[in-house]
């Protein structure tokens, strides 16, 4: 049996393919390779580019014996090209923040496997880093659920 932490891992990532570029979307993230585990540290070779990873998970006793809290940190850091100013940069990366938060907020309980979820974040041009021409957006999501203990 796969743990809740996977299949917690793979909704995030089939949630932020949702999407598509149409109706309140400004980017379509569904393409294959779009949205990938794994940390993307250099601006990807297609853009967009979504990159989601673990970061931390931490443990507390539940508050019913046999349970554990559980919250886990997914790291998620994207990338948008820009052929204009770096103010240009910066609202391209505001627009693909915009789609990631909604994709994720659309269904806070990842499908049923969470309590909830809640985001802190930043976008930004890139040209203060050296990287002209991208749009940076690196959220840190917070998910909470219960684990049983156990078997």
């Not at 970061?55 to 886990?72: H, I, K, N, V």
């Not at 910066?90 to 909604?102: G, K, M, Q, S, V």
Request: proline residues 3%.
């Amino acid at each position: 049996m796969a743990s809740t932490l996977k299949a917690i891992l793979a909704q995030v990532q089939t949630q932020i393919k949702n999407s598509n570029g149409s109706g309140v979307y400004t980017y379509d993230l569904s393409p294959a390779g779009r949205v990938v585990r794994g940390v993307v540290t250099d601006p990807p070779v297609d853009s967009p580019a979504v990159g989601i990873f673990h970061q931390q998970t931490s443990t507390t006793p539940g508050a019913r014996l046999g349970y554990w809290e559980r919250t886990t940190t997914v790291g998620i850091h994207g990338w948008i090209a820009s052929d204009g100013t770096e103010g240009d940069a910066e609202d391209a990366a505001a627009d693909l923040f915009n789609d990631i938060l909604r994709t994720l907020e659309a269904d806070r309980s990842l499908s049923s496997n969470v309590r909830d979820i809640t985001a802190d974040g930043v976008f930004f041009g890139g040209g203060s880093y050296s990287l002209d021409g991208w749009g940076i957006v690196a959220i840190d999501l917070k998910i909470n659920w219960s684990q049983q203990a156990g078997v």
